[in-house]
Structures are given as C-alpha cells and as structure tokens.
C-alpha cells in the first residue's frame, strides 16, 4: 500500500504554506507531507519553527524542488536534509532533466504536463524514476484539470509500484 502524502500545493491559495501544510497532515493523519521549496523558507525564525514542528511529528518529509533550483534552494534543500535524513525530494520532469542528486539523495521525479492528459508523459516519468531506483509522484491534478478521468491501465500501475505516490491537488479539500 502506497503511503499519502499531504502536498503543500494543496495550500496553493494561502502561498504554498509549509507549515499549514505540516499542521493539516498532523490534523488529517497523512503519512508525510511533500513541501515545494520557496520564499519563505529563507526566513530563518519560520524556517525553526518548520523543523521544529516537524521533529515533533510523525511525519515523512518529501522536498520539492523548483524546476530550476538556485543556490539558496539548494542551501534550504541541504539544511532539510541534514536535519531530517530519510526524507526524499523530487521535480518535475522533463524529458531533458539529467538525473539529480543531492546531498548524497537521488531526486525523484512527477509528471509535468498541465493542461490535457499524458498518459505517454505519466508513464516515461514512472519509468525514469523505476530506471533510477527512485521516487515518483503522480500529480492527479494535471490531468484531472484536463477535464479526462484517469485511465484503467495506469491506476493499475500506480497499485504496482512500490514506493511512496504522492496524490497531489490544489485545492485543500478534494487533497483530504
């Protein structure tokens, strides 16, 4: 069984909040939450309060990384790591993004198509991440918002892969 994961984009309207997203997956009992590297975690005193409130909980971390990282992503990136090792990053691919490590991580990798449903895009993407012993997230929401329902093939797909599927969405709660 796959584990859930709240993703801070499901907080999209109050800024991809890191820490609402950490109190909503303490709330609604998620596995972990996964956490878009911005902003605000270059605030140090917000960035405390984060890995605070993340040691005291029990939830997995997955760092997200934006498509470009820079360098004060990847310091923010670093740190998150160093403090909490077994957590696991991703972003988005692209056909023509070279594998990633960081910090002795590999990155994983989710589906990036917006707008229309990809099932070729989907399943290169799992496949990348299968190639490289690595972490793949399915963002439901970029093909949901395509108006297409998901197809048979790749729901079973999804019940075969081993690892952590993180089912993201925008919205708070369709993610609950």
Known sequence: ???????????AKEKFDCLRTVEEGINKEFDGVQLYINPSLKNNRYFATLVQELATSRLGLLLHLPDIP?????I????????????????H?????????????????????????DPSHILEAMDQA???NSLF???IG???YAGVGICRVF????????????????DLGMAV
């Open 1 to 11: 069984m796959p584990e859930v994961y709240l993703a801070s984009s499901a907080l």
């Open 70 to 74: 820079a360098g004060d992503d990847l």
């Open 76 to 91: 923010v990136a670093r740190e998150l790591l160093r403090q909490f090792p077994e957590s696991r990053m991703l972003i």
């Open 93 to 117: 691919y692209q056909p023509w993004t070279r594998e990633i490590n960081l910090a002795g991580k590999q990155v994983g990798w989710e589906n990036s198509v917006t707008g229309r449903y």
């Open 130 to 132: 299968i190639n490289l």
């Open 137 to 139: 997230v399915f963002d």
């Open 142 to 144: 970029r093909s949901l």
């Open 155 to 170: 729901v079973e797909a999804l019940r075969a892969y081993r690892g952590t599927v993180v089912l993201e969405h925008e």
